[in-house]
């Protein structure tokens, strides 16, 4: 079955520095685009980053562009998030999500891992 | 980007109940439109993409319908394991990728 486990979250300084990692298991990994989204505690859904399946494309949200690095090992089966200069609004639970369709952009969401928690606080 | 709104903010149904959710668009998302279920503590659950099909294993008494700006999710009648937070998400615009805030789905 389709696993998606993250990992990396913590406790952090504002400025300071945090890689997530996302393990996935249970399907053909180098076929499928995949995303960050994020949830701030009590709040709703923030889309954060996307990478193609090859992770020749890649894009960013506004709020965390030219902070954060998005990439993905296809022979580790394993997803990214470089995050760096963090703030105390970057707080938050960050969820991998695999896009359903493998051709298209034009996708939602199909499973999603438990998510790792980040505090960015002094 | 496009701004999703859901109403109400939440809402109170009995078990059994009819329980029906509206999600607008700022702009046309055509059918581009997913509902998700997010229980406390879980990560979301996707229930309908397209507007209005079902993803694998969601019970038939979650329908979406709609497209362009308008959308609702209805639950037929509500099961004790349906209270939850239910969230549409438009995928048209991307990679602006953009969520509603929400709608709590309470025991009345």
């Known amino acids: 079955q389709v696993q998606l486990v993250e990992s990396g979250g913590g406790l952090v300084k504002p400025g300071g520095s945090l890689r997530l990692s996302c393990a996935a298991s249970?399907?053909?990994?180098?076929?499928?685009?995949m995303s960050w989204i994020r949830q701030a505690p009590g709040k709703g859904l923030e889309w954060v980053s996307y990478?193609?399946?090859?992770?020749?494309?890649?894009y960013y949200a506004d709020s965390v562009k030219g902070r954060f690095t998005i990439s993905r090992d296809n022979a580790k089966n394993s997803l990214y998030l470089q995050m760096n200069s963090l703030r105390a609004e970057d707080t938050a639970v960050y969820y991998c999500a695999r896009a359903m369709r493998t051709t298209t952009v034009t996708t939602p969401f199909d499973y999603w891992g438990q998510g790792t928690l980040v505090t960015v606080s002094s | 980007e496009i701004v999703m709104t859901q109403s109400p903010a939440t809402l109170s149904v009995s078990p059994g109940e009819r329980a029906t959710l509206s999600c607008r668009a700022s702009q046309s998302v055509s059918s581009n439109l997913a509902w998700y279920q997010q229980k406390p503590g879980q990560a979301p659950r996707l229930l309908i993409y397209g507007a209005s099909t079902r993803a694998t294993g969601i019970p038939a008494r979650f329908s979406g319908s709609g497209s362009g700006t308008e959308f609702t999710l209805t639950i037929s009648s509500l099961q004790s394991e349906d209270f939850a937070v239910y969230y549409c998400?438009?995928?048209?615009?991307?990679?602006?990728?953009?969520f509603g805030q929400g709608t709590k789905v309470e025991i009345k």
């Open positions: 249970g399907f053909t990994f180098s076929d499928y685009y």
């Open positions: 990478i193609s399946s090859s992770g020749s494309t890649i």
């Open positions: 998400q438009q995928y048209n615009n991307w990679p602006l990728w953009t």
